[in-house]
């Protein structure tokens, strides 16, 4: 599949980018070109170093990427994804798209702050043509982590979607990387669940002096 | 310490009396008196089958046993729960509750239902004398497990209060119970996110055929 990831030049960008790698044609996106190529090229050498084998990998900018796209992964800051997407509108025809967007901010601790439409993933679904497909998960995985590819990430992951083959190719994507968990999270209308546990999770790290925390359900 | 269980003859009620037995006086609590010795001698019968030191181990009324005890655990369901406590509300000085309290209810799915202080644990401590302290922790321990004293529980335990020695003291519990580890989820204000992750694992081991779900922070 061609797999194009906005905000693939940032942190959990890299690692997804590193782990689908060498399975499926990627494209790492942003909005420089120049920025794009360059991570692209820095994520091939990696692999390279690590002899693993490397395929299809091209820095380009999110227009571009996204119109020839089967899966588009949004790794970017709730910041700012309203004005990004409404800007991408025109190229968005029938992928799917997966969010990994947790609308928080910081008083004494962080907090959860969703929009109105209940979360970040229904914000989204409102804002793209009906004809896309959201699914809403790895909102907890460590972008540190996932960058080490020699570390096997037993992690559960929660998937949300309300179309039931979007969904499934996102849990079959999940299985890709090593000892991640996809569960079934229900439909986009649950996604609030999965993205609020982000903040909490950032909390909990920093009260017990621990980091990069993910979750399993045992 | 004496620990007074109100919804001591439920089923996680069952399981804080058997795995606290021996460590301290446990009171079996329930609106009524005969069932509340029943449960109790059954808890020790058992302990004593198990060949396990049994202890103080007393059925008793509600009132009865918050008036000398210095841990009211409340493991009762939400509804319900502001009767009960304004009715006993005498009885209380500055006992430290721990309140395993959820809010939900079920449309599609299973839902956090918060009252307007935000959470059952604020919503208690809005009700009880402000010399009490209210310490909210184990919603989200299964209570098939924690009855079955073979089994060592695995999971995490996020305890949250805005009295230090209060939450020490849970969390010290809290260690007394093999492989439990605590977590200092924050002060009371952050009840809401611990309460709201038991709708969400009932979710998911429905939708995912998994049953009893805990959580591990990994």
Redesign the interface.
């Known amino acids: 599949m061609k797999i194009a990831i906005l905000g693939g030049t940032g942190s959990i960008g890299e690692g997804f980018a590193l782990r689908w790698a060498g399975k499926h044609d990627i494209l790492v996106c942003s909005r420089e070109l120049d920025k794009a190529v360059s991570s692209a090229d820095e994520y091939k050498n990696l692999l390279t170093y690590k002899g693993m084998q490397c395929c299809s990998m091209t820095g380009c900018v999110n227009e571009n990427a996204i119109e020839g796209a089967d899966i588009v992964v949004l790794s970017v800051p709730y910041q700012g994804v309203v004005t990004l997407l409404k800007n991408l509108y025109p190229y968005f025809k029938n992928q799917i798209v997966i969010s990994l967007v947790v609308p928080m901010k910081k008083n ?2 962080f907090e959860y702050m969703p929009p109105e439409q209940g979360s970040a993933a229904l914000e989204i679904q409102d804002i793209l043509p009906k004809s896309v497909k959201v699914v809403s998960s790895y909102h907890n995985i460590s972008a540190r982590k996932l960058a080490q590819l020699d570390l096997e990430l ?2 559960d992951v ?1 998937v949300c979607g309300d179309d039931d083959d979007a969904k499934h190719t996102v849990m079959e994507l999940t299985h890709e990387i090593k000892s991640l968990r996809p ?5 986009l ?2 996604s609030y ?2 993205e ?2 982000t ?3 950032i ?2 790290a920093m ?2 002096g ?1 980091s990069d ?6």
């Open positions: 004494n601790f037993n992690y929660v569960l079934d999270g229900g439909g209308a649950s669940m999965i609020s546990l903040p909490f999770l909390n909990l009260r017990n621990l925390l993910g979750v399993k359900f045992v």
